[in-house]
């Protein structure tokens, strides 16, 4: 094993550095990036259905949205999995790291907060995708399933939203403060 502890601060950071300037990875860079596109084109798209009634363009746009978080979070996941995070975080003056590899800290108390809102909102958006693509007509329109939808979209959009704050938060106590 030629792993530096995770308290050595001057070895060398494991997986592909990002391109912000920051202590995170690639894949870190470009999943707190995308959230900054994600949201705004999400809050289109609503405002598309609801001002302009533009069924199937806001249609297709959560599709598109959902397929590409699916593409992103899965290479986001190897990447924690095979890298992991806490070197990179090793720094933070928020993020205390034990000998044994236990994590304390506001770092760490984020980090559970943004998983609350990732998961929730990752089985939110499943269930409201797929309920409106088997109960809305094609090409896509108002029925007997649009108080439902409206109900929990609006749950899955604030709690996508919760989900990006939290995630930031995470980004900069972890990977941006010193
Ligand atoms: C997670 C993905 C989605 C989110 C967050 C979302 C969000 C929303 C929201 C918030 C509204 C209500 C707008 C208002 O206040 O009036 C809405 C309406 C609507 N959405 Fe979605 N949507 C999603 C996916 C889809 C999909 C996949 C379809 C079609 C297959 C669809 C079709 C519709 C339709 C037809 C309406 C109009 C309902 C009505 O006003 O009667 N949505 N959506």
């Known amino acids: 094993m030629n792993e530096a502890p995770p308290s050595d601060v001057t070895a060398p950071l494991p997986?592909?550095?990002g391109f912000l300037g920051t202590r995170g990875s690639l894949m870190l860079d470009l999943v707190f990036v995308a959230m900054?596109?994600?949201?705004?084109?999400?809050?289109?798209?609503?405002y598309l259905v609801r001002y302009q009634r533009r069924y199937e363009l806001h249609k297709r746009i959560q599709l598109?949205?959902?397929?590409?978080?699916?593409?992103?979070?899965?290479?986001?996941?190897?990447d924690m999995q095979?890298?992991?995070?806490?070197?990179?975080?090793?720094?933070?003056?928020?993020?205390?790291?034990?000998?044994?590899?236990?994590?304390?800290g506001?770092?760490?108390?984020?980090?559970w907060v943004h998983l609350l809102f990732?998961?929730?909102?990752?089985?939110?958006?499943?269930?409201?995708?797929?309920?409106?693509?088997?109960?809305?007509?094609?090409?896509?329109?108002?029925?007997?399933?649009?108080?439902?939808?409206?109900?929990?979209?609006?749950?899955?959009?604030?709690d996508m939203i919760a989900t990006s704050v939290t995630g930031w938060t995470f980004y900069w106590l972890a990977f941006v403060a010193t």
Not at 83 to 103: M, Q, T
Not at 106 to 111: D, F, I
Request: charged share 15%; no cysteine.
């Open 15 to 17: 997986g592909i550095d």
């Open 36 to 46: 900054f596109v994600v949201v705004p084109v999400m809050l289109y798209s609503i």
């Open 64 to 78: 598109t949205l959902g397929g590409l978080l699916l593409v992103a979070l899965s290479l986001f996941e190897a």
């Open 82 to 104: 095979i890298n992991g995070w806490e070197s990179r975080a090793a720094a933070s003056p928020y993020l205390e790291l034990a000998a044994d590899g236990s994590r304390s």
């Open 106 to 111: 506001v770092v760490q108390v984020a980090l």
């Open 118 to 158: 990732a998961i929730t909102t990752a089985a939110l958006w499943t269930v409201v995708i797929v309920r409106a693509w088997r109960n809305f007509p094609s090409p896509a329109a108002p029925n007997e399933h649009s108080a439902w939808h409206r109900r929990w979209a609006k749950l899955a959009a604030v």
